[in-house]
T-cell receptor, first 113, second 115 residues
């Protein structure tokens, strides 16, 4: 069973600060996705990274896939209250075209105004 | 587009009762996924379908759980008999294809409480 551990589990910071959350595994994934989930809703895809070492930016969010495709990080610059939510990483494994997603344990982020 | 539709949004039932959760995927999507989310275990894939055919049900906890997809626009997840440990939020998601890079669109979930 592929396991994805996210850290920290909980993070509470002031608006305007920067933060980084991590997603680690001992398994190699063909791709990795980051989702944000708000209370009472389903997860919403933020980004997919495929290539080892890949960096993608989405406004104030920067996502990086580890060189060995076993880990990833999400960095948020100048956090805003709208960034509050549960951040989930999900790694894909299996045969091409038939991959399954394994979700991480999640980081619950709270931005304090 | 209305997105993935799930019903009911909340279900409270007593142990031993049958529970049926329903999902309408996004029109035109070929893959449908059922997930379960709990505080202890996070988000787990239960089963997924491609073109209405079950592809992988290895995540289904036990025989009390069954899922069907009679047509491209409807799927059900049934628990019979239900147990308190089945209490969780159940999500349905759909995607255009079955690859890992295909975006999965999640429904709002059904919060199930088994007393």
């Amino acid at each position: 069973t592929q396991l994805l551990e996210q850290s920290p589990q909980f993070l509470s910071i002031q608006e305007g600060e920067n933060l980084t959350v991590y997603c680690n595994s001992s398994s190699v994934f063909s791709s990795l996705q980051w989702y944000r989930q708000e209370p009472g809703e389903g997860p919403v895809l933020l980004v997919t990274v495929v290539t080892g070492g890949e960096v993608k930016k989405l406004k104030r969010l920067t996502f990086q896939f580890g060189d060995a495709r076993k880990d990833s990080s999400l960095h948020i610059t100048a956090a805003q209250t709208g960034d509050t939510g549960l951040y989930l990483c999900a790694g894909a494994f299996g045969n091409f075209g038939n991959e399954k997603l394994t979700f991480g344990t999640g980081t619950r982020l709270t931005i304090i105004p | 587009d209305a997105g993935v539709i799930q019903s009911p949004r909340h279900e409270v039932t007593e142990m031993g009762q049958e529970v049926t959760l329903r999902c309408k995927p996004i029109s035109g999507h070929n893959s449908l996924f059922w997930y379960r989310q709990t505080m202890m275990r996070g988000l787990e894939l239960l089963i997924y379908f491609n073109n209405n055919v079950p592809i992988d049900d290895s995540g289904m906890p036990e025989d009390r759980f069954s899922a069907k997809m009679p047509n491209a626009s409807f799927s059900t997840l049934k628990i019979q008999p239900s147990e308190p440990r089945d209490s969780a939020v159940y999500f349905c998601a759909s995607s255009l294809g079955r690859g890992s890079t295909d975006t999965q669109y999640f429904g709002p979930g059904t919060r199930l409480t088994v007393l």
